[in-house]
Structure formats: structure tokens, C-alpha cells
């Protein structure tokens, strides 16, 4: 079966860091993503892993460990517009190569 | 166009009813994704089109519910004798290839069924 877990919401405050976590149980795997979506807008891209370790992205990393099937998405330096949904999908190969499978998101509020 | 466009933007539709939901994605792209996303959730997959190959339908919830993809391009996902419980956002999204790292969204299809 194919199970992703995120927090349902996080707050923080402007100026501080915030790691959200993503734990998996996929039948397949074939990298992980993190998009971010406001409210009432189209998801977009954020990062992709596909080995083990840190992809940074300006004030963006995510990390991934595939024996412990566990990613989280660090945001730096938050600002107020930072405030939207994160979500964590993950590739299952399946027979088609590229089926994406998502979490339920996790609602980040940024505090002045 | 420059990205993918989903018509219509807003769709009410009585009970029962048939409806119809385009996506046309970005031109190139092989791969086909159809979501829907009910209010403050996430994203349910419904169905993965890539290139000619069969689609992946795992995700279709009943059989009322079906999509197709005519010459590798334009999908139209159909909902017949729709049910309250249909209405959520339709998200429809396209990759150059299945394995490709980043799908590109279109803004959906906010469907209500009154």
C-alpha cells in the first residue's frame, strides 16, 4: 500500500527556521518531491531527491534517508509570504514510471 | 501555451448530471496527471497517462468517473451522474517525460455538484 505522513500544520515565526517532515511506506520508490501550493493556487515545484543526503536550494533544503523512508523539507530565513501548504510526494514507479503519490500537506502559518 | 490549462476554471452542475473537464498541457510533454484535491486536503490521484502506453487508472474512485487522452495530447477527464461528494478542485498536471523531476500544474477546475 502507499502511506504518506506529514504534519496536518506547523507555525513559526518570521526571521526563524522550520523543518517539516515527511515519513513514507511506498511499494516502490523512485525519488521524493516537495511542492508548495497557496491557498487557491496550482501546486508548484519545490525540490526532488532521489539519492540519500541535502539538496539545497537557496533558503530551501530537503534531505532524504531511503532506508529510513523519511525526507523534511527545511525552510531558513522565513518570510510572511512563506505561509502555504507543503506537500511531499513520492514517485512509485509502478509500470508507467512516474505515478506521483501525496501526502496530505502540511499548513504552514509564518508569524510577524 | 506556456503552461497547462485546464477549462473550465468553475464548474456547477446539478446532481446526476454529466460533466466534462479539459486539460491541455504543455506542448511536448508525454506524461499526464489527473488529481483532485477536496477542500483542505491533499492531492488524491485519480489517473497517469505516459506517451501511448495504457494508462494507470488505479485511482479512478468508481466507475462513474473515466479520462482520456486523445493523440498524446488534450485529456478529458468525465464525471457521469455526478454525486455531491464529487465536488472538490481537479488538478491536471504534465511532465516532459515519466521520469522527469518536476510535474508542472494547472490552476484546476473548482467543480460543485448542488
Known amino acids: 500500500g502507499q502511506n504518506i505522513d506529514q504534519p496536518t500544520e506547523m507555525t513559526a515565526t518570521e526571521g526563524a527556521i522550520v523543518q517539516i517532515n515527511c515519513t513514507y511506506q511506498t511499494s516502490g520508490f523512485n525519488g521524493l518531491f516537495w511542492y508548495q501550493q497557496h491557498a487557491g493556487e496550482a501546486p508548484t515545484f519545490l525540490s526532488y531527491n532521489v539519492l540519500d543526503g541535502l539538496e539545497e536550494k537557496g533558503r530551501f533544503s530537503s534531505f532524504l534517508s531511503r532506508s529510513k523512508g523519511y525526507s523534511y523539507l527545511l525552510l531558513k530565513e522565513l518570510q510572511m509570504k512563506d505561509s502555504a501548504s507543503y506537500l511531499c510526494?513520492?514517485?512509485?514507479?509502478?509500470?508507467?514510471?512516474?505515478?506521483?503519490?501525496f501526502g496530505q500537506g502540511t499548513e504552514l502559518s509564518v508569524k510577524p | 501555451g506556456a503552461g497547462v490549462s485546464q477549462s473550465p476554471s468553475n464548474k456547477v452542475t446539478e446532481k446526476g448530471k454529466d460533466v466534462e473537464l479539459r486539460c491541455d498541457p504543455i506542448?511536448?510533454?508525454?506524461?499526464l496527471y489527473w488529481y483532485r484535491q477536496s477542500l483542505g486536503q491533499g492531492l488524491e490521484f485519480l489517473i497517469y497517462?505516459?506517451?501511448?502506453?495504457?494508462?494507470?487508472k488505479s485511482g479512478l474512485p468508481s466507475d462513474r468517473f473515466s479520462a482520456e487522452r486523445t493523440g498524446g495530447s488534450v485529456s478529458t477527464l468525465t464525471i457521469q451522474r455526478t454525486q455531491q461528494e464529487d465536488s472538490a478542485v481537479y488538478l491536471c498536471?504534465?511532465?516532459?517525460?515519466?521520469?522527469?523531476?518536476?510535474?508542472?500544474f494547472g490552476q484546476g477546475t473548482r467543480l460543485t455538484v448542488v
Open positions: 497517462f505516459q506517451g501511448n502506453s495504457a494508462p494507470d
Open positions: 498536471a504534465s511532465s516532459p517525460t515519466a521520469g522527469h523531476t518536476e510535474a508542472f
Open positions: 506542448s511536448g510533454h508525454t506524461a
Open positions: 510526494a513520492v514517485r512509485d514507479p509502478g509500470n508507467q514510471g512516474g505515478k506521483l503519490i
